[in-house]
């Protein structure tokens, strides 16, 4: 069995959403976890966060081409919705949504992997 085979059938190449998890706390935790919520940060916080999760998944060299997004809001007492559909194969890609939270802030990330054909 190879190429796109192998990662149908579940083999490491797989799109892992738990494994992507853990990736994307880390990297939150990295960029923002020791800091209060700074309007002007934010700019910086994101653009670091989605770098650092693009590079981190790149390296594992999986077959995916990856979209990353971040949002970050004071905690105000405020909602915040977010939402998101994808038409895709859903044998071959996938996606994560994180959120991490402090006393003074949200973060929620999205990645979505989609299969190199």
Known sequence: MTGMEEYQNGSE???????????VKECIENVVA?????????????????E???????????????????AVMQKTGAGLHTAN???WDTAMDGSCTVRWENRTMYCVVSVFAVAIA
Request: hydrophobic share 25%.
């Open 13 to 23: 190449g797989a799109f892992n959403s738990e494994e992507t998890d853990g990736i």
């Open 34 to 50: 020791g800091d209060d919520y700074s309007q002007g940060q934010v700019n910086k916080w994101t653009a670091s966060i989605v």
């Open 85 to 87: 559909s994808c038409y």
């Open 52 to 70: 650092r999760c693009l590079t981190q998944l790149v390296k594992q060299g999986k077959p995916y081409k990856y979209i990353v997004t971040c």
